[in-house]
């Protein structure tokens, strides 16, 4: 199973700022997926994460606010733009491998 | 979209008991997934089980498309199984590979 590692594995950050979330996977993976989890939550999708080619979203999620890169098939960055308290949640990076999603520790995000 | 519906939503086992948790799904589904998250929040993969039954050790899951639910049994529970138990569906469909619908998950307390 891929070994995967996220930066920050944790942040607390002023209101209105942005922070970018990166994951590296140890091997190379066509589909990798970000997820949120807020608090006492599950886990909801935010976007696919395309390699080359610009994210696709899911509802209730946009660009603007979640920007996704993904310039190789080990590497994604997701930033959280310009943060408020609602956004405290646990953000993941899932590598598609195999069948089966793979997940890191996350990082675990507070907005004060 | 697919609704996942997990239950019981809380389970409190003395250490030695066995549980069954329960997942029903609203859709057909092309991929289901168990995975525990450990109090620390990280995820981990048990069961890849669209169809049919496994075991791991003392874990063992049976999926039954054709009626819409999948179960999940531990036995002789352990104190290290205690956290959160998810259900995670991909709905049929080539447009939702890889992305996951997963339930509100089963808080699971095992005291010594």
């Known amino acids: 199973s891929a070994v995967i590692s996220q930066k920050p594995s944790r942040d607390i950050c002023q209101r209105g700022t942005s922070l970018t979330i990166q994951c590296q996977v140890d091997?190379?993976?066509?589909?990798m997926f970000w997820y949120r989890q807020q608090p006492g939550q599950s886990l909801t999708l935010i976007a696919t994460?395309?390699?080359?080619?610009?994210?696709?979203?899911e509802s209730g999620f946009v660009i603007d606010k979640f920007p996704i890169s993904r310039p190789n098939l080990t590497f994604s960055t997701l930033t959280v733009s310009n943060m408020s308290p609602e956004d405290s949640s646990i953000y993941l990076c899932s590598p598609w491998e195999g069948g089966k999603a793979f997940f890191g520790q996350g990082t675990r995000l507070t907005v004060v | 979209g697919i609704q996942v519906e997990q239950s019981p939503p809380d389970l409190i086992l003395q250490e030695g008991a066995n549980s069954t948790l329960r997942c029903n799904f609203s859709?057909?589904?092309?991929?289901l997934q168990w995975f525990h998250q450990n109090p620390w929040g990280q995820l981990i993969n048990l069961f890849y089980?669209?169809?049919g039954t496994k075991q791991n050790g003392r874990l063992s899951a049976t999926t039954v498309a054709t009626e819409r639910y999948s179960l999940l049994y531990i036995s002789s529970s352990q104190t290290t199984d205690s956290g959160v138990y998810f259900c995670a569906v991909e709905t049929a469909g080539g447009t939702s590979y890889g992305k996951l619908t997963f339930g509100q998950g089963t808080i699971l307390t095992v005291h010594p």
């Open positions: 994460a395309n390699q080359g080619s610009e994210a696709t979203y």
């Open positions: 859709d057909s589904v092309n991929n």
């Open positions: 091997s190379q993976v066509t589909m």
């Open positions: 089980i669209p169809s």
